[in-house]
């Protein structure tokens, strides 16, 4: 059913067409159209879509939000306006300011020949030959929205046998209002895109961090595409680290060939509305995943995870541990489901949800789902919803720990056990000071933002 | 050190101490025996503030603070120690990063500032040696994984660490070799000084033959209804509680 929500946007594309078409380049443009069409047809996804039913998408598409259509320049320093609370991790640093590829001339260290990190714009070829293979339109309102209008991307490219040894870090800011600005802009919505290909034996370590730089209300859609072939090895992790006043809606669709790997890892540190999908197929025998998330809530915050693991051919293992510390008001999902298709024997496959809910109020809701059309596999899944532990929170009191400390030593333990997985070491250790950081209610914010300033 | 007066307490609906009048001087240790059931460890849960546990009656004093206004925190910061009979397992909390909490809450408590990670090692290795503790426990998570003898050496361990002016140990040697209970027995005796206490739960005469009471009780249905020497102690362990029933006008 197409409501007011979608009216805005069918309404937006059949005004702005033109201008949308004259401000992105060709290979996007060619998608345009269709994407349209299925956006039309499907709308947004109502509750009553199984894959939906945690998070009422409709409704956060409401309110009246401006599209940068013509492409305006919003003149910003990122170095200047924004310090990342990942620093110093010896990344190549790269900077996506709203849903624009940041062209600047720092020197981002050395990368290997034929390696790309850049706009979209630059590279047709690329983006035509990849570009909504996987994500397609057809099969999701959100990611049709975004493709129908998404106007610029990040482009990864990483040839054959080739090893990026330095992690890349994208820092996505989202600022509405220019720097001296004089007049109040609208709130903003943007439409990201992220294009990742990795050819055989190729490798790349990719840190997305998302922050909001200003105190308007935004909406982001992003969609992430990634191909991973043979042999190739992606560490993915996206860390949202914004404000109550967001809303972030994310798809992530991943490929994999034969013997790859991916290491997916999805942290919500502090966030407004947040909802993540993870679509991964096993296309090529002997690959393997490891999907983490963590997720720390609390206020009237938001998460919603979602993630379907598809076997489609034999001998793949999937592995996925997502934990949530959920305090006050604060509402938490996580619907995952493993799909083992018929003739994917050898699969084995672990997906394990585990919650903490701090107050009465809190909520979460889980549901994890096996679905299995082969006869040889192993696989499990379970998950849990608790409190801390009365008897462990006595036991440190007693030893003279406070009420307040021990919750804190229990809850930091407790999400700990999916930083620890995590292989990017100085992320990890860093992860592990602002998780302590964000329990103690010293991180009520991004560092950047202007709204706790 | 300790005084307690006519102390009542009850879990849920159901009264367990029935008035227990108990009066413990610095430098002293006493032992508490009783049939099972009878109120033990109930009454070493009340001391420390365990909020299962409701007292309805009566008070407690620690070196002239009222014990059961202070938070259980504070009651350790005062001095007050209990070993666990049960101690309990905290997945994920390595024992150092315990440890160092502990002692630098109760320095913050005492207006001090937090010990250095040099200092702390150090004392965390001197402590360790009184129960021949392994120093691989420290890394682990507290708890976790340990067999019955390292639980409760771990207990004593933070005894030692943490100095407290009363420790009760309740039922530190229920499941312990006799190599480990020696072990314990001489740990405990080491921390014993002329202004600490000590209160021992225990059902054998065993462990009292190496920590050396001055005063046995034996607590029956919430109450004391008996205090004696030493040799109250081997009494029981010979006849068991029967005449002590008996002698208080129960079959």
């Not at chain 1, 702005?16 to 039309?40: G, K, L, V, Y």
């Not at chain 1, 549901?367 to 192993?378: N, S």
Request: charged content about 25%; some cysteine.
């Amino acid at each position: 059913m197409i409501t007011s929500s979608e009216n805005q946007y069918i309404e937006l594309y059949n005004e702005a067409r033109q201008m949308i078409f004259d401000h992105a380049p060709e290979s996007m443009n060619a998608m345009r159209d269709q994407a349209f069409e299925d956006f039309r047809k499907q709308g947004f996804p109502t509750k009553k879509v199984e894959r939906y039913k945690y998070t009422d998408i409709q409704k956060l598409f409401e309110p009246d939000y401006g599209v940068n259509l013509s492409r305006l320049q919003i003149p910003v320093d990122p170095y200047e306006a924004f310090h990342c609370d990942v620093p110093n991790l010896s990344t190549s640093l790269y900077f996506v300011v709203n849903d624009m590829f940041y062209h600047d001339d720092k020197p981002k260290g050395h990368l290997p020949e034929g390696v790309i990190i850049g706009s979209m714009r630059d590279y047709p070829e690329l983006v035509a030959k990849y570009y909504t293979k996987l994500a397609k339109t057809s099969e999701d309102g959100i990611t049709a929205l975004n493709t129908m209008l998404a106007q610029d991307g990040l482009l990864v490219y990483v040839p054959k046998n080739t090893k990026v040894d330095r992690a890349i870090q994208v820092i996505n800011i989202l600022k509405a209002t220019p720097q001296n600005a004089q007049r109040v802009v609208p709130d903003l919505m943007v439409n990201r895109r992220v294009l990742i290909v990795l050819e055989e034996c190729a490798e790349i370590k990719m840190l997305f961090c998302d922050h909001a730089a200003d105190d308007r209300n935004f909406l982001a859609t992003q969609v992430i595409e990634a191909y991973v072939g043979e042999n190739a090895s992606l560490d993915l992790y996206c860390m949202e680290e914004t404000h109550h006043k967001n809303v972030r809606l994310s798809n992530v669709y991943i490929d994999q060939q034969a013997n790859s790997r991916v290491n997916h890892n999805v942290i919500t540190l502090h966030n407004g509305i947040t909802r993540n999908k993870l679509d991964l197929t096993f296309s090529g025998e002997g690959a393997e995943c490891q999907c983490y998330g963590c997720v720390i809530a609390d206020k009237q915050q938001h998460v919603d995870n979602n993630t379907l693991i598809v076997h489609k051919v034999p001998h793949c293992n999937s592995q996925e541990l997502y934990k949530y510390v959920l305090d006050d008001k604060s509402v938490g999902a996580f619907a995952g489901r493993v799909l083992v298709e018929h003739g994917a024997q050898k699969t084995t496959s672990q997906m394990t949800n585990q919650n903490l809910t701090a107050t009465k109020e809190a909520r979460m809701y889980t549901q994890p789902m096996l679905e299995i059309y082969a006869d040889d596999v192993k696989c499990a899944h379970g998950s849990t919803v608790g409190q801390l532990n009365d008897a462990a929170l006595f036991y440190m009191r007693q030893r003279g720990i406070s009420l307040q400390e021990a919750k804190l030593l229990l809850q930091n333990a407790f999400i700990n056990e999916v930083i620890d997985h995590m292989e990017l070491e100085p992320l990890r250790d860093r992860l592990h000071y602002l998780v302590e950081k964000r329990f103690r209610g010293e991180l009520n914010k991004c560092s950047g933002c202007k709204l706790c300033k | 050190m300790l005084e307690v007066k006519n102390l009542h307490a009850k879990i849920g609906d159901k009264e367990i101490l029935k008035g227990i009048d108990l009066v413990i001087n610095d430098g002293e240790t006493h032992a508490i025996m009783g049939p099972n059931g009878s109120g033990k460890s109930t009454l070493s849960a009340v001391l420390v503030g365990n909020p299962l546990y409701e007292v309805t009656e009566g008070e407690a004093y620690f070196n002239g603070k009222n014990l059961l206004e202070m938070k259980p925190e504070d009651r350790a910061h005062e001095g007050l120690f209990l070993s666990f009979q049960y101690p309990v397992e905290i997945p994920g909390v390595s024992m150092t990063n315990f440890m160092k909490a502990a002692i630098n809450e109760k320095r913050k408590y005492q207006g001090l500032e937090p010990m250095n990670a040099a200092e702390f090692l150090k004392l965390q290795r001197e402590k360790r040696k009184i129960v021949e503790l392994d120093s691989k426990l420290a890394n682990r998570s507290v708890n976790e994984g340990f067999s019955g003898g390292e639980k409760k050496r771990n207990e004593i361990f933070q005894m030692a660490m943490l100095e407290p002016k009363l420790s009760i140990l309740d039922e530190t040697d229920s499941g312990l070799d006799v190599d480990a209970m020696r072990i314990v027995a001489e740990g405990v005796n080491k921390l014993q000084t002329s202004e600490t206490s000590c209160i021992v739960i225990t059902h054998y005469d065993r462990l009292l033959e190496m920590i050396k009471p001055q005063f046995v009780h034996v607590l029956y249905k919430g109450r004391i209804v008996k205090t004696g020497g030493p040799e109250l102690a081997v009494q029981i362990q010979e006849h068991g509680y029967d005449w002590i029933k008996e002698e208080i006008g129960e079959e």
